[in-house]
């Protein structure tokens, strides 16, 4: 009788937590009404800028709040402008609402209190996030969330190669060596910092290193000339190889993929496993590229969406992020004819309805199998980038 008693105790408080959140929400939706939010995101695909579009008229069509898609290039100089803006004492009225964020720009935010939360938990759609099978939505590059960001998708590197170039793609970092000694000036990678180029060169230091395990622990702590001195071997070897000598580099991955279109170059690169099929369907890249991953795994990691401390519209901000983590806006995302993006939901925890948007999704030609994705290599922690990006130019930029 007694456990019985503890049991209906429980029920009853999950029954009043949910109500309190349900009505908080209510008041949520109601404030957000009428506010106008300024998403700072990456402008550089347009794929991404129409599902972007899409996903402001529904929400404008649903919530009544009007999003502004800021395009950027580099969401670093969104935060520099969000600690300017806190230096000079802009507590409220901030000039961004919301930003697609991760990686390096979460942990400067974090650490400088530059981000309003914890929010995440407010979202109705956030209990639909596969956090035990994906657990980089509760850890962004090894820093932990803290329900200050709300996941969004899902990203891992892939490598993407002209069948009537090449027979079979290299498994490794050294089968691309080898490779590019076969096919000289066919092989390159963009420059650090440049998001691709950085995760190129932490994909061969995963995939080299001796002490992998030191990339779990903050660079301060490791041994880096130890750790990285396979990579800056590999490399040594690999650059003067490449397209122009290695002398100079490609600023990012849309850059290599007009190479490679031109057969400049025989491999790209990209950490959006359909961007090859999404590229053969609107003309940048024939029919005759493939997509493939390394044997020991692909680097990957989750990207999200982050709200500034002063936001001007925080409400209008949490809905819109609630809406881009709904079954309907994530399959609509997932499926490469509209975008590609991997899904950071739990499948099994949506309705029948909901699981069926995504199960009639149709896997391109050009993109891999999700079996052969499975393989995914953690991140370094954060703190290694800026280590890793300094040692690179110091060596190799002109």
């Known amino acids: 009788m007694k456990h019985l008693l503890s049991m209906m105790a429980a029920l009853l408080i999950l029954f009043y937590a949910a109500l309190s959140c349900a009505q908080d929400w209510d008041d949520i ?188 622990m903050p660079v301060s702590k490791a041994d880096f000339a130890r750790v990285t001195a396979p990579l800056w071997r590999f490399l040594d070897r690999l650059n003067p190889l490449m397209w122009r000598k290695g002398k100079v580099f490609t600023k990012g991955a849309p850059a290599m993929k007009q190479l490679l279109n031109d057969s400049e170059i025989f491999i790209s690169l990209s950490f959006n496993p359909n961007d090859a099929a999404n590229a053969i369907a609107n003309g940048e890249l024939p029919g005759s590229i493939r997509t493939y991953v390394h044997r020991s795994g692909t680097i990957g990691n989750t990207h999200f969406l982050g709200i500034p401390y002063n936001a001007s519209a925080v409400e209008g901000a949490m809905v819109f992020a609630d809406f881009l983590l709904s079954p309907r806006a994530q399959a609509r995302k997932s499926d490469p004819e509209i975008w590609g993006d991997p899904t950071v939901l739990n499948l099994s925890r949506l309705t029948p309805g909901d699981r069926a948007l995504f199960e009639k999704i149709a896997i391109p030609t050009a993109s891999l199998p999700p079996a052969a994705l499975s393989k995914v290599l953690p991140e370094p922690h954060a703190s290694w980038v800026e280590a890793l990006e300094k040692a690179w130019q110091i060596r190799y930029s002109k």
Do not use: C
């Open 29 to 216: 939706l109601k404030q957000a009404q009428g506010q106008t939010v300024y998403f700072n995101a990456w402008g550089g695909s347009q794929a991404i800028n129409d599902y972007i579009s899409w996903a402001a008229k529904e929400a404008k069509k649903e919530f009544g709040i009007k999003v502004v898609h800021v395009k950027v290039t580099d969401l670093g100089e969104v935060v520099s402008r969000v600690l300017v803006e806190k230096s000079t004492g802009r507590k409220d009225k901030g000039s961004v609402d919301l930003m697609w964020i991760n990686g390096e720009n979460f942990k400067a935010m974090k650490k400088n209190h530059l981000l309003y939360g914890p929010f995440t938990q407010k979202l109705p759609n956030y209990p639909l996030v596969d956090t035990e099978n994906k657990p980089t939505t509760l850890f962004d590059f090894t820093v932990p969330v803290d329900n200050m960001e709300a996941p969004w998708g899902m990203a891992l590197l892939v490598f993407q190669y002209d069948t009537r170039r090449i027979n079979m793609p290299p498994g490794s970092m050294e089968e691309l060596l080898a490779l590019a000694q076969k096919h000289p000036g066919r092989v390159t990678y963009p420059a650090p910092p440049s998001f691709y180029g950085t995760t190129f060169i932490k994909q061969a230091l995963l995939e080299l290193t001796d002490t992998p395990d030191a990339l779990n």
